[in-house]
């Protein structure tokens, strides 16, 4: 029955994430390689059931914001929060008043390890119960403050339970519920504000790794764990050469260097980041340059090569993988590599944007042997590692 229903998800990141310090408010931080806010919204989109999903932010994080959904399909124009949570809340109820759906899930940004499983049963719970939550038991004993220093015994572990989002409610329900509150204090979570106006509300199994991020440490964890699950790793090859011809320079790393030939090819012939973009789809077993970019289109004549290495880039990252290490070796007699090295390590850094760190660049002769010895052309030999998730 309740797979009929509107279901609409409003996640509130409209917080300065204090506690967790850093110099990003914590929903707008990298989190491998991705912000927090963003993956905390790719949880819902293409969920089953959810119609829409609406981030309620801070106005004055805009710009954040708009980087944080770029490409994302599906996503709401954000709407602004107020000064504490239980104000963003009411703030993106209120959003959803001119096409109201039956049901509302409200979530916290920063919980971007929240599950299928959870969004499924908070909607289940919602269509049954009008409210509800998931909640988990407390494995620690718990102790009330008695004064400053000394505690005295505290509730019942057994009796209590700490919740989570996303907690979910039929819309008309919590929409007058917030009104009603407009004038509390913080209320930290939707389920103290349908009690307040006189609702029960049901619990559901919560997930502990469902947390929120709130502390510096908190991402360290998190940051290990998404690592984890990266545990496929990858490397694979690359190799390409391009005879001299006429010219006064050659490119070289996506570096114009001037020579006294340049290199003859299709397109710039950069031989460096052609063979760095074989090593990538290579890692993806995604073919090669000449599969992707043909060499008989009339497109990719003169083309310079850096958007052939974004685009390898590019597909290991829809593959959800991430860049570890590209290592690159340039073979000629001339011209000599080492003065522009540095400078080749940075663009090719910024091409695939990985830190500087995860690139290297190097340079050989071949002791004037061979087609390089003999000055006939240039050679790049090159390697990439990449991790994936594993998943077969
Ligand atoms: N939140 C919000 N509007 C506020 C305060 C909080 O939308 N005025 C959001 C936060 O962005 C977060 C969620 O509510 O996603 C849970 O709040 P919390 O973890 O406390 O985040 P912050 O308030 O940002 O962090 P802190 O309390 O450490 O400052
Ligand atoms: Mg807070």
């Known amino acids: 029955m309740h797979t009929q229903m509107r279901t609409d998800v409003i996640v509130v990141a409209a917080g300065s994430g204090q506690r967790a310090g850093g110099g990003l408010p914590k929903q707008y931080r990298l989190l491998g390689g991705a912000s927090v806010l963003r993956r905390t919204l790719l949880r819902f989109l293409g969920q089953p059931g959810i119609r829409r999903v609406l981030p309620v932010i801070s106005p004055e994080h805009a710009p954040l914001c708009a ?54 049963d908070a909607i289940a719970a919602a269509a049954a119960h009008g409210a509800a939550v998931p909640a988990l038991a407390l494995v620690d004993t718990l102790k009330a403050v008695a004064e400053p220093g000394f505690l005295a015994s505290g509730p019942d572990r057994d009796g209590v339970r700490s919740v989570q989002t996303p907690q979910s409610f039929r819309y008309d329900l919590i929409r007058a519920a917030h009104r009603a509150q407009a004038g509390a204090n913080d209320l930290t979570d939707d389920a103290a504000v349908a009690e307040a106006a006189g609702h029960r509300v049901a619990s559901f199994a919560g997930d502990p790794t469902n947390i929120k991020l709130t502390t510096p440490e908190d991402f360290v964890t998190a940051e290990r764990r998404l690592l984890a699950e990266l545990a496929d790793v990858r490397t694979a090859t690359g190799f390409d050469v391009h005879a001299f011809g006429p010219g006064d320079h050659v490119v070289l790393g996506g570096l114009r260097i001037p020579h006294a030939f340049g290199l003859a090819g299709h397109s710039d012939a950069d031989v460096v980041l052609h063979a760095l973009t074989d090593a990538l789809l290579g890692t993806i077993g995604a073919g090669d340059i000449g599969h992707h970019f043909p060499p008989s289109d009339p497109q990719w004549k003169g083309a310079a090569s850096d958007q052939f290495l974004a685009h390898a880039a590019g597909l290991v990252r829809e593959a959800r993988g991430r860049i570890a290490h590209l290592d690159a070796t340039v073979i000629c007699e001339a011209p000599k590599i080492g003065p522009h090295r540095e400078a080749m390590r940075q663009r090719i850094a910024a091409i695939v944007d990985v830190p500087l760190a995860r690139v290297s660049v190097k340079a050989t002769t071949s002791e004037q042997l061979g087609f390089t010895g003999r000055r006939e052309g240039i050679a790049a030999m090159a390697a990439a590692t990449v991790r994936l998730p594993w998943v077969d």
Do not use: K
Request: glycine letters at 10%; proline letters at 9%.
């Open 67 to 120: 980087a944080a959904l770029a490409g994302l399909d599906g996503v709401m124009p954000p709407v602004a929060g107020g000064a504490t949570r239980q104000a963003s809340v009411r703030a993106g109820l209120e959003a959803l008043a001119q096409d109201p759906p039956d049901l509302v899930l409200i979530h916290d940004a920063a919980r971007p390890f929240v599950s299928a499983r959870l969004v499924a």
